[in-house]
């Protein structure tokens, strides 16, 4: 099932997409919401950022191809940082390069979307609460990130998070092409199986520090081919299974 959150007039909800059908949910489906009578023709509204987190909790250097590109070895733990979810933008909005920077870039990955609460969760149970799966954008400010020994100014800026355009919620993530082209150009053209944690373990590790709330997402790392996003430019993050999410690039005002 996609699931998305549209807007019309002002008026914003969750929605399960059926062809050119959208039938709206009667409350949160991370609560447990079901489908309700109304529907109407999605191509009509607006899609909107499909997740509302209480955090995004990222991983580095989890493809060694990129690992390399930036000249870092492969840790032998996840490395998790974490964006803030003033960050978040959703399908159409646009990256906006701040001033404080000289070189920001695009890291397709995928998204996993958390569907309850847990803490502690062992590997082998890990799976059971993921809600399903988006695309998403890790945008960084490369030369902030080089020169400082946080990631979190150079990761969090406001819009350095495009998500979307929904959440899949049937999809097996393990073996999934991840790209993002920018222009037209192909930029990254990498497969989820090169992870070198995978998502089962990346969740069980994560939620051994953190309590994982519903809506909360996982950018599970970058393939290589990470590379510049300047004021004009247009991204697209494909993910096999899910879609495409697209969007602009503007310089800061
Ligand atoms: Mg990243």
Same mark, same amino acid.
């Given at each position: 099932?996609?699931?998305?959150?549209?807007?019309?007039?002002?008026?914003?909800?969750?929605?399960?997409?059926?062809?050119?059908?959208?039938?709206?949910? @009667?409350? @949160?489906?991370?609560?447990?919401?079901?489908?309700?009578?109304?529907?109407?023709?999605?191509?009509?509204?607006?899609?909107?950022?499909?997740?509302?987190?209480?955090?995004i909790?990222?991983? $580095?250097?989890?493809?060694?191809?990129?690992?390399?590109?930036?000249?870092?070895?492969?840790?032998?733990?996840?490395?998790?940082?974490?964006k803030p979810p003033s960050s978040i933008?959703?399908?159409?909005?646009?990256?906006?390069?701040?001033?404080?920077?000289?070189?920001?870039?695009?890291?397709?990955?995928?998204?996993?979307?958390? $569907?309850?609460?847990?803490?502690?969760?062992?590997?082998?149970?890990?799976?059971?609460?993921?809600?399903?799966?988006?695309?998403?954008?890790?945008?960084?400010?490369? @030369?902030?990130?080089?020169?400082?020994?946080?990631?979190?100014?150079?990761?969090s800026f406001d819009t350095f998070c495009?998500?979307?355009?929904?959440?899949?919620?049937?999809? @097996?993530?393990?073996? *999934?092409?991840?790209?993002?082209?920018?222009?037209?150009?192909?930029?990254?053209?990498?497969?989820?199986?090169?992870?070198?944690?995978?998502?089962?373990? *990346?969740?069980?590790?994560?939620?051994?520090?953190?309590?994982?709330?519903?809506?909360?997402?996982?950018?599970?790392?970058?393939?290589? $081919?990470? $590379?510049?996003?300047?004021?004009?430019?247009?991204?697209?993050?494909?993910?096999?299974?899910?879609?495409?999410?697209?969007?602009?690039?503007?310089?800061?005002?």
């Amino acid at each position: 099932m996609r699931v998305a959150v549209l807007e019309k007039n002002g008026d914003r909800g969750w929605f399960a997409l059926e062809g050119d059908r959208a039938r709206r949910f @009667d409350g @949160d489906p991370f609560a447990g919401a079901r489908l309700g009578s109304i529907e109407i023709a999605w191509s009509s509204a607006d899609l909107r950022a499909p997740v509302r987190p209480s955090k995004i909790v990222c991983v $580095g250097r989890n493809y060694a191809a990129h690992a390399k590109e930036l000249g870092n070895e492969v840790p032998a733990e996840p490395l998790l940082f974490l964006k803030p979810p003033s960050s978040i933008i959703g399908p159409g909005e646009a990256v906006v390069v701040p001033k404080e920077s000289e070189r920001v870039e695009h890291e397709a990955e995928l998204g996993v979307v958390i $569907g309850r609460r847990v803490r502690r969760v062992a590997r082998e149970q890990a799976m059971s609460v993921v809600y399903g799966y988006t695309c998403a954008c890790d945008v960084t400010a490369r @030369d902030i990130q080089k020169r400082e020994v946080q990631f979190t100014r150079a990761k969090s800026f406001d819009t350095f998070c495009p998500v979307g355009p929904w959440i899949e919620t049937d999809l @097996d993530p393990s073996d *999934l092409a991840v790209r993002c082209t920018v222009d037209g150009a192909v930029r990254q053209d990498g497969r989820t199986k090169q992870m070198i944690f995978d998502i089962p373990t *990346l969740i069980a590790f994560a939620s051994s520090v953190m309590t994982l709330e519903p809506g909360d997402i996982l950018l599970t790392g970058t393939p290589s $081919g990470v $590379g510049p996003l300047v004021a004009g430019n247009r991204a697209v993050i494909a993910i096999e299974g899910i879609g495409e999410l697209g969007v602009g690039v503007v310089g800061s005002s």
